[in-house]
Structure formats: structure tokens, C-alpha cells
């Protein structure tokens, strides 16, 4: 994982560019399931090298995906709360850690690098610790939800492009 996104962000096209690859911003391809072959970001998290296997590949193209984390993520998972089934003492922590979250607001959260290639997408994806929270408490609320709300709630993220992956 890469400890700053912003930066990161920031720093993917002019590096891309450099190494003669054309960069699209486009939006989240996560949705594509079964299309999407993910790179091994806990083994390998050096953006460099999945750009080195594109190019290896013969990649001219990738897509460059940015997501900025926003009040209205931490606003859609205290709605779920409150429709949730949750004791008090374990709704009060959930609050809390939501509102530890406020603070990154305006800061990149997930960032996705993919290319095409025979027939796949290849992506490489980095989140931010904040952004990884927020999913670790929409896991713990998905347990408190009552029976068949699971998974029909809004997505939090925008779009419709949201993964919990």
C-alpha cells in the first residue's frame, strides 16, 4: 500500500508519460467482475512493476482511476448504522470510529491503474488506510443488518462502481 495517495496521484501521470504510456483518465473498472485479474498489492505494492508487466506486455494504454474520499461516504454508512439492529455499546464504537474518519475528507482514497489484455483487465489498486476502515466498519454493520438487507444498501461510494474487494 502506498502510504500517500494524493502524492501519488499526482506523480502516476507524468511517470506514466516518461515511460511512453498514453494514460486515460477513466472511471472504476471494479465493476467488471470476472473480467478484473487483480494485482497482489500485499506482496508486491511497487506500482512500478505492474507498469513494468504492462510494458513487457506490449501496453501503450492504461486506465487511471482516482477517488477522492467525501463527507457523504461517512454520511451513507451512519444511515445503514441507524437501520441497523446493533446493541447500543457496539453502535456507540461504530459512531466513533465513523467519526475518526471526518478528517480525510478531500483526500484520495483509492486509486486504480488497469490495462486491457487479451480479454482481461489487469489492475492494480491502492487504498488508503482511512478508505480501508471504512470498509472493516461496513463489514461489522453488514453482520447487524436485518435478514435480506444485506448488500441492497446505497453505495457508499458514488457511482455504482463500489467495491468492499
Known sequence: MHPDL?????????YLESRGIVVFHGESRLSE???VVMWDV???????????????LGVKLVVLHS???????IDD?????????????????????LKKLAPYTGFTSQIEI????????????ARSEFMNELLSIMNDI????????EGEEE???????????
Open 114 to 125: 488497469s490495462f486491457d489484455y487479451e480479454d482481461k483487465i489487469y489492475m492494480y489498486e
Open 67 to 73: 477517488r477522492e474520499f467525501e463527507q457523504q461516504n
Open 42 to 56: 500485499e506482496r508486491r505494492p511497487d506500482f512500478r512493476e505492474f507498469i513494468e508487466c504492462s510494458q513487457r
Open 155 to 165: 453505495d457508499p461510494m458514488g457511482g455504482g462502481y463500489f467495491s468492499r474487494n
Open 142 to 149: 453488514d453482520l447487524w443488518l436485518p435478514p435480506g438487507t
Open 6 to 14: 494524493d502524492t501519488l496521484k499526482n506523480e502516476l501521470p507524468p
Open 77 to 97: 454508512v451512519s444511515e445503514e448504522l441507524a437501520d441497523c439492529e446493533m446493541p447500543q455499546p457496539e453502535r456507540r464504537e461504530m459512531e466513533r470510529r
Open 33 to 35: 467482475h470476472g473480467n
